[in-house]
């Protein structure tokens, strides 16, 4: 296959991956940037955190709100759980990988903070156990996921906000993710900043 066809074969799947989740994502999306602007109103903090690519879009999220998205304002109260890498060696090592993000979670979490994870899978243990950590924390949680959700549904509680994209793809998901997490960022702005 030449690579040209092959380019236009990966966006056209691209983009129908993205009307396919319009319909379906709209509402979630939506009561995800309610949850996250409470939060910030209440002087909650957003924690995030994942693994490979989903470690990178939850970087990327907490530095649009640590810093700016497209609107002048004051930084905003986020935190990546997968930046220190001594913390997650020293954790990895003494304990296990799985409890990477749920120590941070226990020690830094309050309830009036949200815990945004993002795994395409639904499979992570180790971003699991940073659900289950946050409800010890009495925190909610907004979770990232994909393909038939995988173990979340299992761990999240009626209040939680699953935002699952419908498709079988990690490269897919991976694309949606972004699109929702600069969803958020325009939303948020726009509540708190305005125009």
């Known amino acids: 296959m030449k690579p040209d066809v092959r380019i236009k074969e990966l966006f056209d799947a691209s983009i129908s991956t993205k009307q396919d989740s319009m319909a379906k994502l709209t509402a979630p999306i939506a009561e995800a940037a309610e949850l996250i602007v409470g939060s910030l109103k209440n002087r909650g903090k957003i924690l ?75 499979q992570s243990a180790n971003v699991l156990a940073a659900i289950t950590a946050a409800h010890q924390k009495n925190m909610s949680v907004i979770a990232l996921s994909g393909k038939d959700g995988g173990g979340l549904p299992s761990v999240l509680q009626s209040r939680d906000i699953e935002i699952r994209v419908p ?3 990690t490269a897919r998901i991976q694309e949606v993710h972004l699109l929702v997490l600069h969803c958020l960022c325009d939303l948020i702005d726009h509540e708190l900043v305005g125009h």
């Open 48 to 122: 995030t955190c994942g693994n490979g690519g989903s470690a990178a879009d939850a970087q990327h999220f907490s530095s649009e709100l640590l810093n700016r998205f497209e609107k002048e304002r004051e930084g905003l109260a986020a935190l990546a759980l997968t930046t220190d890498s001594s913390t997650l060696t020293s954790i990895a090592n003494d304990y296990d990988y799985e409890k990477i993000f749920s120590k941070q979670v226990l020690a830094l979490g309050r309830s009036e903070d949200v815990l945004m994870t993002i795994t395409t899978s639904g």
């Open 167 to 169: 498709s079988q793809s």
